[in-house]
């Protein structure tokens, strides 16, 4: 490690280190623009140059491009090179406007830090400045190219570390220009990330302009709750709500940036139409009132048919706070469940998804950047979890290779193998594949169970010849491999696939290949609702005791029932035979409309709370602000009322786990903070993983891991093999595969007006044999004939997915929910073209 001296300081840092980021260690912040890093180096901008006054340099040098090396003595502080900076700063501000005052990035301005501290403060140049035209770059980015710097931050970020190429640099000299060939909306789901790496107000966040200025702001850290990944976020609120979310870096999840649909999902909290009071038969009534009708009505059904008669269902955007209060109740008052889990199916693969997650398996998403080879079973990356495909394409940068074994026609900002298989192939392919790779005369810590479970893999010659070339090919790249990383989706994927997954990077393991594992799970709680989930029954025989009456109670937490579950008529059907259901949520949904007694509860941002990320990360999230309808809201966007009152307007949501507790207790429940903790104190009384969970307070920022008892988890069950003998569907039928998209399929991010702008038509995918068979041309409209009456969409004829399946995507505008059961096969006779 060599060691050189900045600034009569000396330090000693890794090799490959920069000067620029050795000095930022000591303390010491060289002035940068170009430098970011999570982007590395360019030398482009010129701002920070230092003084090498020994060592293989000498004389004035950028120290973003410069290497440490031992026996350095480096000044950021001589006279040439301050001189040499202030000179830039100079050159920068020529054409620079002086907007600040209305610039929304006034005042987290890094160029207006760096003029400042410069010392720059008298414009000598009195020609003309160079002027540009704006773009129109869609909802999310407002573009003002005047204040641009020639930094190449965004070029650079949105080309080479997203994989997107709608926006660049374009002519030359003093006329580049960053921005879009023609105005239109950018295409990349990261965009929103430019708001933050530019160092000017070239590119600022649209939806939050005019807002506010940053210590406006009160800011705190949370995460994003879109999908299962839980990236790490700073919450900007202000007047009671939420109106800016930005990229906090985490070392092990996110690193520095997010995803469009977790920058702007938080549209949910603030929106106009958030039920705020508590309602009993459809009428206003206070929070306690409520509690107390519930409690009684409750107990009057419980006397009259006893406890089995009231069932709880809650779900995965819950926090564990929440869930585990709701557990606990059902165990101590008898009631049936909580289901977190609509889909049995579903249940089963997270289920086994969080057990299989073994301390020597499991990877963070930081660290899949860092694979040489990447093997996708059953997912679609950008749009169930866009960040993962960021993810994946840092690990194609450095060479890694990616290989998608998957139905849908998957989309991905880089190179990679797409074997289209069908739903029924996916486990088959992913073990021929593995099993091509792997010399089991190398795997010497391989035990009989996994030496059976691989001499069960069928040849290679039942495939296909054109796909046993696609599976050589690629079994030859992860043969070489040494850092292999299985990820695997729970979307599409069959019961068994999960700890299928998990077998193959045992096996991958064995021969001596630091393999590890990454799961997709649907929600963004979902690993701690397969830990607390009850063990008796399903949502099924929930919904079956509801039909029959045996059921006549039902407590919905955070829930939409109407929205998730496919048969929508069924289940309006059972909500009218129920005596009392007790809804407790924070979105306005049809579910809550249809609640005899509604409790409203808080938000991420109004109560804090834990979720666990897919790889079992724990993460706390602290109260970002207090309940409370926004001033906006209240005011009509003129001054607020000039009224002193005793209680915040719309101030009455609390938190799930605190109405929950009040919910069945008569006598007065102790504040929400002393509730959340005898919850977190009885976690491991529900499941035995939550016992090594430290207190809040000492949990690192990045969260810990939590994993499943391993002696639950069995391994290489042969269960999978019994699936392979399945048919693939009737003939002349296809399979309806229900999907998620990045935009339009999300629950919370579906109130977001900025994200709606973003939203693909809702269309159906098809195979471009299938189409053929049936007369379809790509956008021809058609209806297929579903259990419970006929959808209309546009039909999207594609190439690159499996024939024999119509990829629905769950959109918003597309009423799906009209299947009785599933998995769903749609006969030839059931799709018809609509005549124009």
């Keep these: 490690m060599p060691k050189l001296i900045i600034d009569d300081r000396e330090i000693e840092v890794p090799a490959g280190t920069k000067v620029i980021e050795a000095a930022e260690r000591l303390g010491i912040k060289i002035p940068r623009f170009c430098y970011h890093p999570g982007?590395?180096?360019?030398?482009?901008?010129?701002?920070?140059?230092?003084?090498?006054?020994?060592?293989?340099?000498?004389?004035?040098?950028?120290?973003?491009?410069?290497?440490?090396?031992?026996?350095?003595?480096?000044?950021?502080?001589?006279?040439?090179?301050?001189?040499?900076?202030?000179?830039?700063?100079?050159?920068?501000?020529?054409?620079?406007?002086?907007?600040?005052?209305?610039?929304?990035?006034?005042?987290?301005?890094?160029?207006?830090?760096?003029?400042?501290?410069?010392?720059?403060?008298?414009?000598?140049?009195?020609?003309?400045?160079?002027?540009?035209?704006?773009?129109?770059?869609?909802?999310?980015?407002?573009?003002?190219?005047?204040?641009?710097?020639?930094?190449?931050?965004?070029?650079?970020?949105?080309?080479?570390?997203?994989?997107?190429?709608?926006?660049?640099?374009?002519?030359?000299?003093?006329?580049?220009?960053?921005?879009?060939?023609?105005?239109?909306?950018?295409?990349?789901?990261?965009?929103?990330?430019?708001?933050?790496?530019?160092?000017?107000?070239?590119?600022?966040?649209?939806?939050?302009?005019?807002?506010?200025?940053?210590?406006?702001?009160?800011?705190?850290?949370?995460?994003?709750?879109?999908?299962?990944?839980?990236?790490?976020?700073?919450?900007s609120g202000r007047y009671r709500e939420v109106v800016r979310q930005e990229a906090r870096y985490s070392e092990a999840v996110n690193g520095y940036f997010i995803c469009d649909r977790g920058r702007y999902g938080f549209f949910y909290t603030s929106n106009e139409e958030r039920p705020r009071q508590a309602l009993v038969d459809g009428k206003e009534v206070s929070y306690d009132q409520a509690i107390r009708e519930a409690r009684e009505k409750l107990g009057e059904l419980i006397k009259s048919t006893g406890p089995d008669a009231v069932a709880c269902v809650s779900s995965e955007r819950s926090s564990l706070e929440t869930q585990a209060m709701l557990k606990k109740i059902c165990q101590t008052k008898g009631w049936q469940g909580p289901h977190y889990f609509l889909d049995e199916s579903m249940a089963q693969k997270v289920k086994s998804a969080s057990s299989r997650l073994e301390s020597g398996l499991a990877v963070s998403l930081r660290e899949l950047e860092s694979a040489d080879f990447i093997l996708v079973i059953g997912a679609d990356p950008v749009n169930e979890a866009p960040m993962l495909a960021l993810a994946m394409r840092q690990a194609q940068r450095r060479g890694g290779k990616i290989a998608v074994i998957d139905p849908r026609p998957v989309s991905l900002p880089f190179e990679f193998h797409h074997l289209n298989v069908t739903p029924n192939e996916v486990n088959l392919c992913a073990s021929l594949l593995v099993k091509t790779a792997v010399d089991l005369g190398a795997a010497t810590d391989l035990e009989q169970p996994g030496i059976e479970f691989y001499q069960a893999i069928p040849k290679l010659e039942t495939v296909s010849s054109s796909l046993q070339e696609q599976i050589a090919k690629v079994a030859q790249e992860l043969k070489e491999s040494k850092r292999p990383i299985i990820v695997c989706g729970t979307e599409t994927v069959r019961q068994t696939t999960p700890a299928l997954a998990a077998d193959h990077a045992l096996l991958l393991q064995a021969t001596n290949k630091q393999a590890g594992l990454f799961y997709l799970l649907p929600g963004a709680n979902s690993f701690s609702a397969s830990l607390l989930a009850s063990e008796d029954g399903s949502f099924l025989e929930t919904l079956e005791g509801i039909e029959n009456g045996t059921i006549k109670g039902l407590i919905l937490v955070e829930r939409d029932l109407l929205l998730h579950f496919h048969d929508r008529q069924r289940m309006e059907l059972a909500f009218e035979k129920l005596?009392?259901?007790?809804?407790?949520?924070?979105?306005?949904?049809?579910?809550?409309?249809?609640?005899?007694?509604?409790?409203?509860?808080?938000?991420?941002?109004?109560?804090?709370?834990?979720?666990?990320?897919?790889?079992?990360?724990?993460?706390?999230?602290?109260?970002?602000?207090?309940?409370?309808?926004?001033?906006?809201?209240?005011?009509?966007?003129?001054?607020?009322?000039?009224?002193?009152?005793?209680?915040?307007?719309?101030?009455?949501?609390?938190?799930?786990?605190?109405?929950?507790?009040?919910?069945?207790?008569?006598?007065?429940?102790?504040?929400?903070?002393?509730?959340?903790?005898?919850?977190?104190?009885?976690?491991?009384?529900?499941?035995?993983?939550?016992?090594?969970?430290?207190?809040?307070?000492?949990?690192?920022?990045?969260?810990?891991?939590?994993?499943?008892?391993?002696?639950?988890?069995?391994?290489?069950?042969?269960?999978?093999?019994?699936?392979?003998?399945?048919?693939?569907?009737?003939?002349?039928?296809?399979?309806?595969?229900?999907?998620?998209?990045?935009?339009?399929?999300?629950?919370?991010?579906?109130?977001?007006?900025?994200?709606?702008?973003?939203?693909?038509?809702?269309?159906?995918?098809?195979?471009?044999?299938?189409?053929?068979?049936?007369?379809?041309?790509?956008?021809?409209?058609?209806?297929?004939?579903?259990?419970?009456?006929?959808?209309?969409?546009?039909?999207?004829?594609?190439?690159?997915?499996?024939?024999?399946?119509?990829?629905?995507?769950?959109?918003?505008?597309?009423?799906?929910?009209?299947?009785?059961?599933?998995?769903?096969?749609?006969?030839?006779?059931?799709?018809?073209?609509?005549?124009?």
């Excluded at 760096?114 to 720059?120: A, E, L, Q, R």
């Excluded at 409203?600 to 409370?628: D, N």
């Excluded at 101030?651 to 429940?669: D, F, M, S, T």
């Excluded at 009209?818 to 124009?836: A, D, G, M, N």
Aim: charge should be negative; aromatic fraction near 8%.
């Design 39 to 235: 982007l590395g180096s360019v030398g482009a901008c010129r701002v920070c140059a230092v003084k090498f006054l020994e060592g293989p340099f000498k004389g004035v040098q950028m120290s973003c491009m410069i290497d440490a090396k031992d026996g350095m003595v480096v000044s950021t502080t001589d006279e040439e090179a301050v001189n040499f900076r202030q000179y830039v700063i100079e050159w920068l501000m020529l054409n620079h406007p002086h907007d600040c005052p209305v610039c929304d990035e006034g005042g987290h301005c890094l160029l207006q830090d760096m003029t400042v501290s410069g010392g720059h403060g008298i414009r000598r140049y009195l020609g003309l400045k160079r002027t540009y035209h704006d773009q129109y770059l869609g909802p999310l980015v407002q573009h003002e190219m005047n204040r641009c710097i020639h930094c190449y931050r965004c070029s650079r970020f949105y080309q080479e570390f997203t994989g997107y190429h709608d926006l660049g640099v374009m002519q030359i000299g003093s006329r580049t220009f960053f921005g879009r060939y023609q105005d239109g909306t950018l295409e990349s789901p990261f965009a929103g990330n430019l708001s933050d790496i530019c160092p000017t107000g070239v590119y600022t966040d649209k939806p939050s302009r005019f807002f506010g200025r940053r210590w406006d702001y009160q800011r705190s850290p949370s995460i994003c709750i879109n999908c299962s990944l839980g990236c790490h976020t700073v919450a």
């Design 579 to 836: 005596e009392l259901l007790v809804v407790l949520d924070y979105v306005n949904s049809r579910t809550q409309q249809r609640a005899h007694i509604f409790l409203p509860t808080s938000t991420l941002y109004e109560a804090g709370g834990i979720f666990i990320t897919q790889e079992g990360r724990l993460q706390v999230v602290p109260r970002a602000h207090l309940s409370g309808t926004p001033i906006a809201q209240v005011s009509g966007g003129n001054h607020p009322p000039r009224i002193y009152e005793s209680e915040i307007p719309g101030g009455e949501p609390r938190p799930g786990w605190q109405a929950l507790a009040e919910l069945v207790h008569e006598e007065p429940q102790p504040d929400e903070n002393t509730t959340r903790s005898s919850v977190l104190n009885g976690l491991s009384e529900l499941n035995p993983a939550f016992a090594t969970i430290p207190a809040i307070d000492e949990l690192p920022e990045d969260g810990m891991r939590v994993s499943s008892p391993e002696e639950s988890s069995p391994r290489f069950s042969l269960d999978w093999i019994h699936e392979l003998e399945r048919k693939e569907s009737p003939d002349k039928s296809l399979e309806l595969v229900l999907v998620n998209w990045t935009f339009s399929t999300e629950e919370l991010s579906q109130y977001s007006p900025p994200l709606m702008k973003l939203e693909k038509e809702a269309a159906v995918f098809m195979h471009v044999d299938d189409a053929t068979s049936l007369g379809l041309s790509d956008s021809d409209k058609v209806t297929i004939l579903l259990d419970r009456g006929a959808l209309e969409a546009s039909v999207s004829v594609k190439e690159n997915m499996a024939p024999g399946i119509i990829v629905m995507p769950r959109h918003r505008l597309l009423e799906w929910q009209k299947i009785e059961t599933l998995p769903k096969f749609v006969s030839h006779e059931e799709i018809k073209k609509v005549s124009v």
